[in-house]
């Protein structure tokens, strides 16, 4: 079992920047991948930034270049969103997936506005 957990959401202008972190417990030590995926208010969840163990990432096309995706340490992987837009406005998802089960935080609230 891993247990994740979402900090940084919040609200910033467009321009800003945020960094959500993802807290992972229990059996960390097999995760195969961690990714953050986003919901806006009446569309499909997306997938926003992957990384796999071993350093492979991977991002939405509509976020290269902006948001980049990095795993600190085995426990604690992080979103670095610069240049926020209106349209990064959505509920922030923790994804970690270990031996075929995918493992979902609560999200937290990021919403760009001025």
């Known amino acids: 079992q891993v247990q994740v957990v979402e900090s940084g959401g919040g609200l910033v202008s467009p321009g800003g920047s945020l960094r959500l972190t993802c807290t992972a417990s229990?059996?960390?030590?097999?995760?195969?991948?961690m990714a953050w995926y986003r919901q806006a208010p009446g569309k499909q969840r997306e997938l926003v930034a992957r990384i796999i163990t071993g350093g492979y990432t991977d991002y939405a096309d509509s976020v290269k270049g902006r948001f980049t995706i990095s795993r600190d340490n085995p426990s604690i992987m992080s979103l670095q969103m610069n240049s926020l837009k209106a349209e990064d406005t959505a509920v922030y998802s923790c994804?970690?997936?270990?031996?075929?089960?995918?493992?979902w935080g609560r999200g937290t609230q990021v919403t760009v506005s001025s």
């Open positions: 229990g059996s960390i030590g097999s995760i195969d991948s």
């Open positions: 994804n970690a997936y270990r031996l075929r089960f995918n493992y």
